[in-house]
């Protein structure tokens, strides 16, 4: 919409949920300073395609097979020995999400789930480019779509693929997240075909 902004803020912890969400909410309709004075029109959990909310166990429910597409929306790239790397690499991406995890839910990965999703993840299907980040670095970072492939899978490995794929929407990949970079989320490669 011309002249409108938008932000998002992610609770990654139940408890700051539970404290924040009501000043939050309350912010609907008032005035705010972000440098200049902005309106806050609304506040949504839904309805937008950035919205969204769960709890750590829904994030579990439900693995769809062993193929996990991702779209990265956002200039994605790591830190990797003082450099910035913008590919994104299986074992690099789900690190990030792993260490996100482990630190946000305390929810550490069984060492076998771990090591299989680490080693044994590939890439099935790359389309992608990379594109300026704008961020207080100079770096670049990866826009694109990527299948990520876990072969002979267990019942729990895949559910620690599909859930490192969700939980990407509300805590992003790689460096810079709190910026905006590394904005990723599931998406269907049926739908974007047809």
């Known amino acids: 919409e ?13 408890e700051l949920y ?13 005035t705010i300073r972000l440098g200049k004075p902005f309106r806050v029109r609304a506040v949504l ?17 439900a693995p769809e097979g062993p193929d996990l597409p991702l779209r990265f929306y956002s ?3 790591f830190r990797r ?7 994104p690499e299986p074992r690099l991406v789900l690190e990030s999400l792993l260490r996100r995890l482990e630190v946000l839910a305390s929810l550490p990965a069984p060492e076998g789930v771990r090591e299989a999703l680490l080693e044994r993840t ?18 670049v970072g990866f826009v ?13 490995e895949l559910a620690w693929l599909w859930a490192l794929g969700r939980f990407a929407f509300y805590a992003g990949v790689g460096a ?5 970079l590394g904005r990723v989320k599931v998406f269907s490669p049926r739908k974007e075909e047809g």
């Open 2 to 14: 011309r002249g409108g902004y938008w932000a998002r803020i992610g609770l990654l912890r139940e």
């Open 18 to 30: 539970g404290r924040l969400s009501p000043r939050i909410f309350a912010l609907e309709g008032q």
């Open 45 to 61: 959990q839904e309805g937008h395609p950035w919205a969204g909310l769960t709890t750590y166990p829904r994030l579990f429910q």
């Open 75 to 77: 200039p994605t790239f």
């Open 81 to 87: 020995k003082g450099v910035h790397y913008p590919m």
């Open 122 to 139: 590939g890439v099935r299907w790359f389309e992608g480019k990379t594109v300026r980040a704008e961020a207080d670095v100079e770096a």
């Open 144 to 156: 694109g779509r990527v299948v990520y492939h876990l072969p002979r899978a267990t019942e729990e």
């Open 176 to 180: 810079k997240t709190s910026l905006g």
